[in-house]
Antibody, heavy 121, light 105 residues
Framework: EVQLVESGGGLVQPGGSLRLSCAAS????????MHWVRQAPGKGLVWVSR????????TYADFVEGRFTISRDNAKNTLYLQMNSLRAEDAAMYYC??????????????WGQGILVTVSS | SYELTQPPSVSVSPGQTASIACSGD??????ASWYQQKPGQSPVLVIY???KRPSGIPERFSGSNSGNTATLTISGTQPMDEADYFC????????FGGGTRLTVL
């Protein structure tokens, strides 16, 4: 059974940092591109970042470029999102998501349960 | 930049057919996927690559993509189908529509 389990969320002050983790199991993690998608309370889904299967290529949404870093440890079957210089508007549920293809035909076949990030003083 | 537009809400009576539209320029030249999200839960893939159903998704869910509009159709809608539905595509990056709240009443 495919499982994606996020951790590391919580309350942080504006300007602070958090590191999200996503533990993957039930599939060959190193074969898949992985993404982070977020959802502010009562709002829609917003793509945040992606990383290729061996961790050598990353892409970010403009609104997190330079502040967030996606990475992975294939030996530990774990995806990460380092979030720095957090802003109030970064507050959201963050989902770890498995992608089926790099681009064009991609869709997300498995989602984690999500982890809540709250940014407030 | 590319955008996907969905109606904020759609209502349907139980047993009837619900159609949820997702509009974007030349969307039929891209692939559309659809996700169902019930309150307090993570999104679930219900349609991928325009019209394919993942295993475990009921046959009443179907999809199409023509011109500028992708459509999710739920035939014989059941109360359990009440949820938010999001379309998604790729155009130099991953994009989601704003979501449609389906009410079954």
């Amino acid at each position: 059974e495919v499982q994606l389990v996020e951790s590391g969320g919580g309350l942080v002050q504006p300007g602070g940092s958090l590191r999200l983790s996503c533990a993957a199991s039930g599939f060959t993690f190193s074969n898949y591109w992985m993404h982070w998608v977020r959802q502010a309370p009562g709002k829609g889904l917003v793509w945040v970042s992606r990383i290729n299967s061996d961790g050598t290529s990353t892409t970010y949404a403009d609104f997190v470029e330079g502040r967030f870093t996606i990475s992975r440890d294939n030996a530990k079957n774990t995806l990460y999102l380092q979030m720095n210089s957090l802003r109030a508007e970064d507050a959201a549920m963050y989902y770890c998501v498995r992608a089926t293809a790099p681009v064009v035909t991609l869709y997300f076949d498995y989602w984690g349960q999500g982890i809540l990030v709250t940014v407030s003083s | 930049s590319y955008e996907l537009t969905q109606p904020p809400s759609v209502s349907v009576s139980p047993g009837q057919t619900a159609s949820i539209a997702c509009s974007g320029d030349d969307l039929d030249n891209k692939y559309a996927s659809w996700y169902q999200q019930k309150p307090g839960q993570s999104p679930v893939l219900v349609i991928y690559q325009d019209n394919k159903r993942p295993s475990g998704i009921p046959e009443r869910f179907s999809g199409s993509n023509s011109g500028n509009t992708a459509t999710l159709t739920i035939s014989g809608t059941q109360p359990m189908d009440e949820a938010d539905y999001f379309c998604q595509t790729w155009d130099s990056s991953t994009l989601f529509g704003g979501g449609t709240r389906l009410t079954v009443l």
